[in-house]
């Protein structure tokens, strides 16, 4: 993990009250995609938890909802406006797991953009890979054609039907053929993957008070006890896993 002041290099909106933000900075802290940075905001007590969509060296792009306070301060920002942020936190996904697999990536919401860089990093592998993306309905629905500019498959689903297909990510996932996956989303839609019995990688959405295992604020129980979402996570595989 590393900390430092970070210069905005762009940051637009993609649909719904959801922002794409580019950050000029030192990237080296990730490995993994999957991981996270911690965004300090002027004037708010707690960092902001943002999944990384995709970095590269000397840039780091996220993507976040406007949801309270904080991201609604975010998206205010402009170009050359510069945050304090935690960078390299969580474990990430291990994709290496999914090698010689049929392999579906699945986001739901503002799970879609860890997604993004998980499947780049499959295809780069030679991995055979499906992206299968969940939104409520078209308005708040992103990135499709990102993930289709990687030469994979894509299935699209939406509560209400007004894009792709009406249902939900674990029907996809059935008719995909898929017989593994990584997916990053809600906690519904975390449980409803883990009852498929397919087995894979779950990345959970939680509220964090540090970002870094000190505080305790974020957990969830395992088949081997309590283990903190920001630190031991967010990702942990699907036979781990218990939902109470």
């Known amino acids: 993990m590393t900390q430092g002041i970070y210069k905005i290099l762009s940051n637009r909106q993609?649909?719904?009250?959801?922002?794409?933000?580019?950050l000029g900075g030192d990237s080296s802290a990730l490995t993994r995609p999957g991981q996270?940075?911690?965004?300090a905001i002027e004037g708010l007590y707690l960092r902001r938890p943002i999944s990384v969509c995709c970095y590269e060296e000397g840039s780091i792009t996220i993507i976040y909802k406007v949801v309270g306070k904080g991201t609604k301060k975010m998206a205010a920002m402009v170009e050359g406006d510069k945050l304090d942020v935690l960078v390299g936190l969580g474990n990430g996904f291990d994709v290496e797991q999914a090698r010689g697999r049929k392999v579906?990536?699945?986001?739901?919401g503002v799970g879609v953009p860890p997604m993004y860089d998980t499947a780049r990093r499959l295809k780069r592998m030679g991995a055979d890979v499906t992206a299968i993306l969940g939104f409520a309905t078209k308005d708040v629905s992103f990135y499709m054609e990102k993930f289709e500019a990687l030469g994979i498959p894509v299935l699209v689903t939406t509560d209400d039907g007004t894009l792709g297909r009406k249902g939900f990510v674990t029907d996809a996932?059935?008719?995909?053929?898929?017989?593994?996956?990584?997916?990053?989303?809600?906690?519904?839609?975390?449980?409803?993957?883990?009852?498929?019995?397919?087995p894979g990688q779950l990345s959970f959405e939680e509220r964090m008070g540090c970002g870094f295992g000190a505080c305790m604020g974020c957990t969830c129980h395992t088949l081997v006890g309590t283990k903190r979402v920001c630190k031991d996570g967010p990702v942990f595989p699907t036979e781990e896993v218990t939902f109470e």
């Open 173 to 198: 996932l059935r008719e995909s053929g898929c017989d593994y996956f990584l997916a990053c989303g809600p906690t519904p839609m975390l449980r409803a993957l883990h009852r498929t019995g397919i």
């Open 104 to 108: 579906a990536v699945i986001g739901g």
């Open 36 to 39: 996270f940075i911690n965004i």
């Open 14 to 22: 993609l649909a719904k009250d959801t922002w794409e933000m580019v």
